[in-house]
Nanobody
């Protein structure tokens, strides 16, 4: 079983920072894409960022470019999402997701990811 465990969510004031972690286990993740998605109440689950495990190539949603950074630690099988300059509109449940890099067409499409973490709540107050 592939297991993704997310930690690091919490309550912060606007302008603050959080770092989310996603610990991955169950298989070798070489050849995988690891993504972060978020879902606010009453909203669709939206793409945030993705990183390819081997090459470290990254892609970001326009709404978080320049503020969020996705990275991975291959030794720890952990993916991080560093979130800076947080805004109230960043408030959402954040999910870690994984798929083979070539198992879909688009990295930003949540339906192409078969493995998901439980989600961690990020709340940004104004």
């Amino acid at each position: 079983q592939v297991q993704l465990v997310e930690t690091g969510g919490g309550l912060v004031q606007a302008g603050g920072s959080l770092r989310l972690s996603c610990a991955a286990s169950g298989r070798t993740f070489s050849g995988y894409a690891m993504g972060w998605f978020r879902q606010a109440p009453g909203k669709e689950r939206d793409f945030v960022a993705v990183i390819t495990w081997n090459s470290g190539r990254t892609y970001y949603a326009d709404s978080v470019k320049g503020r969020f950074t996705i990275s991975r630690d291959n030794t720890k099988n952990t993916v991080y999402l560093q979130m800076n300059s947080l805004k109230p509109e960043d408030t959402a449940v954040y999910y870690c997701a994984a798929r083979n890099w070539n198992s879909g067409t688009y990295f930003h499409t949540n339906t192409e990811y078969p493995y998901w973490g439980q989600g961690t709540q990020v709340t940004v107050s104004s």
